[in-house]
């Protein structure tokens, strides 16, 4: 029988886990003052996307760009400058920036105490932060390391651009950063960079669990999607009590807010909480009781996910609450929404 288990680090040898927020394979640039908690990388994702915590002070980053690489940041707590192709914009709480493969860009926490959540695809680009980065034991994040970080970086060896996927790109008087406009409450129809500002942009809701995506297959080329998942106990039926099973798709749900139970394999529902990170392995049936008033999570998918689901079956709704009473189900849209995902 299977049971989802709670690791301190992802493991090497498969399967779905639960790892606490503060925990995953940790380590540091030295002299960057911050700290990278990676929950999923390679190893457990075959590649297709690593998702960790960057977490620190105000630090200051190099403009480089990607030739492959797909680089998303999704900021949790304090703020981040994001610098994209010739804007930038400072990221709060809940605010995000896509900057696909050969945008010039630059990341830059502005703190007090920055936490961003990144996914990157291909996965593999990670590979970079851990030949230049040691392991780190402490507690939140090494503000105190005053060493050189630049001296890490010899670390990478010669030809590391072309190996690691990562140009370095000097630019010549950057612009201040730019306010937030309506342009910035939209997701394009295709893989460009933008801005999305927190709480704006599509929203669907399946039931009673609303789905608002940073960003879908359609704006990553078919390679990722994020969403924020919010639902409640008090509604009495949930499509996601049905058995999910994405056949190629992982998922990594950050949970923000209340409790849930979480079952795999048809084995016993394990209760994560606010704070927790649930890993769950492609081709793994699953399902998600919701067991607070309100729920608040991140999903991440490495491909089309839970947010497809809601986008399938439910129905477009903008306002910002969840509703009182749950909307109607069409469950012959769910079963084709849950078989599709099958396949």
Same mark, same amino acid.
């Given at each position: ?89 400072? !990221? ?16 830059t926490p502005l703190g007090p105490i920055t936490k961003a959540l990144p996914l990157i695809t291909p996965a593999d680009w990670v590979e970079a932060f851990r030949v230049t980065s ?61 801005? +999305? ?8 809701? +399946? ?45 990594? !749900? ?36 919701? +067991? ?29 609450? !969840? ?14 929404? !849950? ?5």
């Amino acid at each position: 029988m299977a049971v989802l288990r709670r690791v301190q680090e992802p493991p090497i040898n498969g399967g779905s886990y639960i790892v606490d927020r503060m925990d995953g394979e940790i380590f540091t640039l030295p002299g960057s003052k911050g700290a990278f908690r990676m929950y999923c990388s390679q190893v457990q994702t075959g590649n297709t996307m690593s998702v960790f915590g960057w977490d620190g002070p105000v630090s200051d980053q190099s403009y480089h760009y990607h030739k492959k690489t797909h680089d998303i940041f999704l900021n949790a707590e304090g703020l981040m400058k994001i610098y994209c192709d010739g804007q930038s914009r400072i !990221l709060g709480p809940g605010d995000f920036a896509s900057v696909p493969p050969g945008l010039i860009h630059k990341p830059t926490p502005l703190g007090p105490i920055t936490k961003a959540l990144p996914l990157i695809t291909p996965a593999d680009w990670v590979e970079a932060f851990r030949v230049t980065s040691d392991p780190y034991k402490g507690v939140m994040f090494p503000e105190y390391d005053n060493q050189w970080s630049w001296g890490a970086m010899k670390r990478l060896g010669e030809n590391w651009e072309d190996k690691y996927d990562s140009y370095p790109t000097p630019v010549e008087n950057p612009p201040e950063p730019n306010s937030w406009s309506k342009e910035d409450t939209i997701l394009p129809d295709e893989p460009v960079g933008y801005f +999305l500002k927190a709480n704006s942009g599509p929203r669907w809701v +399946l039931g009673g669990i609303s789905s608002r995506p940073f960003i879908t297959t359609k704006q990553s080329f078919g390679k990722c999607a994020i969403s924020s998942i919010e639902s409640s106990k008090l509604y009495k039926k949930s499509a996601f009590s049905r058995e999910m099973r994405f056949a190629t798709v992982h998922h990594l !749900l950050v949970l923000f807010e209340g409790r849930i139970d979480v079952a795999i394999n048809n084995g016993p529902k394990v209760t994560v909480y606010a704070g927790e990170v649930v890993f769950l392995e492609a081709d793994t049936t699953f399902t998600i009781e919701f +067991l607070t008033k309100y729920v608040k999570f991140w999903s991440y998918a490495s491909g089309d996910g839970l947010e497809s689901i809601i986008q399938k079956a439910g129905v477009r709704n903008d306002s910002q609450a !969840l509703p009182d009473a749950p909307f109607a189900v069409d469950d012959v849209k769910l079963d084709e929404a !849950l078989a599709e995902i099958s396949q």
